[in-house]
């Protein structure tokens, strides 16, 4: 069964209630951290749960330590996934608002906590579900105490110090999901350093959807990446954002054109300029 896999609206409707399905809410708004609860509140997909990005997808955050969205604590995050009602061999099911970038990052999280089969991503959101005409629903989910024992795999993370000492690394492919105006540094309006890590290519979240909000078929991402890789070996690709989560979506875009899963700087930019010692680069 394939690493990353996506689930139309309609194929979703089909499912709802049935047995093992667990449907996690992720919506979020980095300018309005409550944006996802209220959403929430105000409908969401019938037995969803819904998994706050800063609450339940994150760890705390130490200013001048981390980055703005740190790991969470793993044994954490398996209790309130037990929770949510899931086991080990549940059908899980995540979405947003559309571009996929918050359900990204628990499908990650899923992964380095060893869920590796079973999990997708529903393609286009929740604007896919209303285009498709389909209901929300005002009723809370059942409740239902799951058995997930996941942990997590470390070599699915690099931390500032090992991606600091392997930037001269000519085998290694560092990928930034953040546009192209923020990897330039001509625009910076989250973190207080404008740029990119040195030698970093920019590959825009965004540029793995097409113009419907859809994800891109199989092929086109695996070109798309191709050139990033430039013939390096797909397991030395490391990822990297702004806080950790839009590079998600590009680990999960690659695991959908068939790449190997590759690392994620999760602590990302919002982490790597807290040390005046790293290498700031601006530019193409």
């Not at 604590?73 to 549940?90: A, C, H, K, T, Y």
């Not at 992964?111 to 286009?124: F, M, N, P, Q």
């Not at 113009?211 to 797909?234: N, S, V, W, Y």
Request: with cysteine.
């Amino acid at each position: 069964m394939p690493l990353a896999q996506f689930i139309t609206p309609t194929q979703l409707a089909e499912r709802l209630g049935a047995p093992g399905l667990v449907i996690l809410d992720c919506r979020f708004a980095l300018e309005d951290v409550d944006y996802g609860q209220r959403s929430y509140a105000l409908g969401h997909i019938a037995g969803a749960h819904f998994a706050d990005l800063e609450r339940d997808l994150s760890g705390p955050v130490v200013k001048g330590v981390t980055g703005r969205h740190p790991l969470p604590d793993p044994q954490r995050l398996v209790e309130r996934l037990r929770e949510w009602g899931m086991d080990n061999d549940s059908q899980v099911v995540l979405y947003d608002d559309g571009p996929g970038a918050f359900a990204a990052r628990a499908w990650w999280l899923l992964a380095w906590l060893g869920k590796r089969e079973g999990v997708s991503i529903l393609d286009g959101g929740l604007k896919a579900w209303h285009a498709a005409h389909q209901p929300l629903s005002l009723d809370p989910p059942a409740k239902r105490e799951g058995t997930f024992t996941g942990a997590p795999d470390m070599k699915l993370v690099i931390d500032a110090e090992h991606l600091a000492k392997g930037l001269g690394n000519p085998e290694m492919t560092l990928i930034d999901a953040r546009g192209l105006p923020r990897f330039r540094g001509e625009v910076e309006p989250i973190d207080p350093v404008a740029g990119h890590i040195p030698g970093a290519q920019c590959a825009a979240f965004t540029d793995n959807l097409g113009p419907d909000g859809h994800f891109l078929p199989a092929e086109q991402l695996k070109q798309r990446f191709a050139q990033k890789l430039a013939g390096r070996a797909p397991e030395q690709v490391v990822a990297y954002c702004g806080s950790g989560v839009t590079a998600c979506h590009n680990l999960f875009a690659l695991a959908l054109a068939g790449y190997p899963l590759g690392r994620l700087y999760a602590g990302s930019w919002s982490e790597w300029i807290n040390d005046p010692g790293h290498g700031v680069a601006t530019g193409d």
